[in-house]
């Protein structure tokens, strides 16, 4: 892998109370990136062209109302967040452009006082493209599942991922070639003070008929887990065990469902799994994106791997001016484009870098 060209410095803030969050989707011809901060006013947007450099300035895209996810597919930006209303939490939809004007008025899906809701998109809802709409997936008292088309409307009604769930985990989706993941770390702990359960990974087709609902580990850290479809497959990733030297475990679910095929990820992907989707399918190999770990550890580390969580050459070793957070990879044809947060005297940075995957 090498990079191009230079971090772009896309956000630099003054000093902020709330948190940051952030997210970077690749239309097929820019990039844009959408991000707030807790307790602010708005859900904000940048565009950034196809070579890495910025283009124009921050576009507002709605209010701020807790978590919000976006993703790109059928020609849009689709979001979806948690709209508190009185006793009851909505789960919303719009979509807009690529210049974040909208496309529909914004959409009620599901009214219940049993939605989960958080400031980041942690625990939902999560959103992933489909063809002829999108797949999402939150927490309802279990991971619930549902598609809708491209302006919003119900294409198939809510299903349950992993039936045997306990808790109220952090949420992973993705799909690809007619099939929708989702993965999580059971965080319902079966004895006091436990730091592991179990991981899961359940894939649907585009109607949400089950094609399977893996356990993959019964020793899984509690935390961020990633789900990676593609058109073979579905990779799922996490962290096994909570000592201080645990592994990154991947596997590989068959598209039909079927026993997964499980591999410890080489160096120097170790330690809890990142916040938030630091890895990325690219072509047929993926990419991650991994910081130093320790506290106060600067630098950031970009791997290529095979399927089988071999390292495919040298890591790319990037320097930061401070510790790095809030990883994103996007990749497409060789392409790949990241984003990275430094915390810097109270206020937030965000940097985006491009790179390529070599033969």
Do not use: K
Request: proline share 6%; charged share 15%; aromatic share 8%.
């Amino acid at each position: 892998m090498e990079l191009i060209g230079s971090p772009l410095l896309l956000l630099d803030t003054p000093p902020a109370t709330g948190n940051l969050y952030t997210t970077l989707v690749w239309t097929g011809q820019q990039y844009l990136f959408v991000w707030r901060i807790f307790g602010t006013e708005s859900v904000l947007m940048q565009r950034i062209d196809a070579s890495g450099q910025a283009v124009g300035g921050n576009i507002r895209l709605r209010d701020y109302e807790n978590a919000c996810d976006v993703v790109w597919g059928g020609g849009r930006l689709g979001a979806v967040w948690v709209r508190e209303h009185g006793a009851r939490n909505d789960l919303m939809f719009q979509a807009f452009d690529e210049l974040g004007r909208p496309l529909v008025d914004p959409v009620t899906l599901r009214s219940s006082p049993d939605i989960a809701i958080d400031g980041s998109v942690l625990y939902g809802p999560r959103i992933a493209a489909i063809d002829g709409g999108f797949a999402i997936a939150w927490n309802e008292g279990g991971v619930a599942v549902a598609t809708v088309n491209l302006d919003g409307r119900a294409m198939q009604q809510p299903v349950t991922a992993g039936a045997r769930l306990a808790g109220t985990p952090p949420l992973s989706l993705s799909a690809a070639a007619g099939r929708i993941a989702v993965g999580f770390v059971d965080n319902g702990p079966p004895t006091a003070g436990a730091r592991t359960g179990v991981m899961f990974a359940s894939t649907f087709s585009a109607d949400l008929a089950p094609l399977g609902d893996a356990s993959l580990d019964g020793e899984a850290l509690f935390g961020m887990a990633q789900v990676v479809a593609t058109d073979s497959g579905v990779l799922a990733l996490w962290t096994h065990s909570s000592s201080p030297d645990a592994r990154v475990r991947i596997a590989r679910l068959p598209p039909s469902g079927g026993d997964a095929t499980i591999a410890d990820v080489a160096a120097p992907v170790a330690g809890p799994y990142r916040y938030l989707s630091p890895a990325a399918w690219n072509g047929d190999h993926v990419v991650v994106l991994w910081d130093g770990g320790n506290a106060g550890q600067t630098g950031l580390a970009l791997s290529r791997y095979a399927p089988s969580g071999e390292r495919q050459g040298a890591s790319i070793d990037l320097p930061t001016a401070a510790a790095a957070a809030r990883l994103y990879v996007t990749a497409h044809d060789g392409t790949v484009g990241f984003i990275w947060s430094e915390e810097v005297r109270g206020g937030y940075q965000v940097y985006f870098q491009l790179a390529r995957s070599c033969p």
